[in-house]
């Protein structure tokens, strides 16, 4: 049984930056690859970032490519997703997943098997 917990979303201005956590608990958190996917109201669950299980291979959408960072801390079992520069395009919900198999990682939605509940990310003009 995992469970992913995110949290840090809030209200920011275009420019700004915040800083996205998700908590992962239920198994060995270092095996397993992590993503960070968004959906904006009326559009599909698009992939954003995804990190291996070393850490060592990251891989980002280009909409978000040079301004957004994920990185993982797996002694305190949490992703991260730090968002720079952002713009009212980024406004969405964002989800944290990650696959049942160890050692994979996907930058589609179908590749991961658990999410957390979501956290909402709003950017003002």
């Known amino acids: 049984q995992v469970q992913l917990v995110e949290s840090g979303g809030g209200l920011v201005q275009a420019g700004g930056s915040l800083r996205l956590s998700c908590a992962a608990s239920?198994?060995?958190?270092?095996?397993?690859?992590m993503g960070w996917f968004r959906q904006a109201p009326g559009k599909e669950r698009e992939f954003v970032a995804a990190?291996?299980?070393?850490?060592?291979?990251?891989y980002y959408a280009d909409s978000v490519k040079g301004r957004f960072t994920i990185s993982r801390d797996n002694a305190k079992n949490t992703v991260y997703l730090q968002m720079n520069s952002l713009k009212p395009e980024d406004t969405a919900v964002y989800y944290c997943?990650?696959?049942?198999?160890?050692?994979?990682?996907?930058?589609?939605?179908?590749?991961?098997?658990?999410w957390g509940q979501g956290t909402q990310v709003t950017v003002s003009s």
């Open positions: 997943a990650t696959p049942k198999r160890a050692g994979w990682v996907s930058i589609h939605k179908q590749g991961y098997d658990y």
């Open positions: 239920g198994r060995t958190f270092s095996s397993y690859a």
């Open positions: 990190i291996s299980w070393s850490g060592g291979s990251t």
